[in-house]
T-cell receptor
């Protein structure tokens, strides 16, 4: 069965520092991968997605992610974190294809300090 | 604004009572998903619809849960004989199949069962 692992429950970074959030997935075929962000009191917002093609994908708010099939990973990165990036981040894989239910990881909570 | 609204935003009920939640996506969202999110966890898939047809139900969806989308527009999720373990955030997401594959999430309904 498909599964997503986010090894880091909580990460704290300084404002302006770089960020990498880890995500590992388990999926038999070509995965459809997503990163969502959830701010307090807000709904889930899509940051970026990967279906095929270029393994480095760009998203909103300056985020990017790299798909590495050999490592079954889809890590999220940002070169310089802003205080407003503090939120919960979820990696997800589609159950079958793009238009199907998502399997989410447990999330990584990002704190940003001055 | 994702265009997906949910009502109510908060619901407090006593154990054993029935509750019903509503989700209103935009008209272009022919697919509609329900997820449940408990504290410290990622969203978990419950069920989804293609127009008015319910395509799949998760094993998480016990017999006490029922979902409908009678006219292919809004959807309702009913929980009968609520239990304390049902306390969670219930999320709804709309999607346009054949579109960008993005699921647009509503703000959620937070259920507390006393």
């Amino acid at each position: 069965a498909q599964s997503v692992t986010q090894p880091d429950i909580h990460i704290t970074v300084s404002e302006g520092a770089s960020l990498e959030l880890r995500c590992n997935y388990s999926y038999g075929a070509t995965p459809y991968l997503f990163w969502y962000v959830q701010s307090p009191g807000q709904g889930l917002q899509l940051l970026l997605k990967y279906f095929s093609g270029d393994t480095l994908v760009q998203g909103i708010k300056g985020f990017e992610a790299e798909f590495k099939r050999s490592q079954s990973s889809f890590n999220l990165r940002k070169p310089s974190v802003h205080w407003s990036d503090a939120a919960e981040y979820f990696c997800a894989v589609a159950l079958y294809s793009g238009n199907t239910p998502l399997v989410f990881g447990k999330g990584t909570r990002l704190s940003v300090i001055a | 604004d994702t265009g997906v609204s949910q009502d109510p935003r908060h619901k407090i009920t006593k154990r054993g009572q029935n509750v019903t939640f509503r989700c209103d996506p935009i008209s272009e969202h022919n697919r509609l998903y329900w997820y449940r999110q408990t504290l410290g966890q990622g969203p978990e898939f419950l069920t989804y619809f293609q127009n008015e047809a319910q395509l799949e139900k998760s094993r998480l969806l016990s017999d006490r849960f029922s979902a409908e989308r009678p006219k292919g527009s809004f959807s309702t999720l009913e929980i009968q004989r609520t239990e304390q373990g049902d306390s969670a955030m219930y999320l709804c997401a709309g999607q346009t199949s054949g579109g960008s594959n993005e699921q647009f999430f509503g703000p959620g309904t937070r259920l507390t069962v006393l």
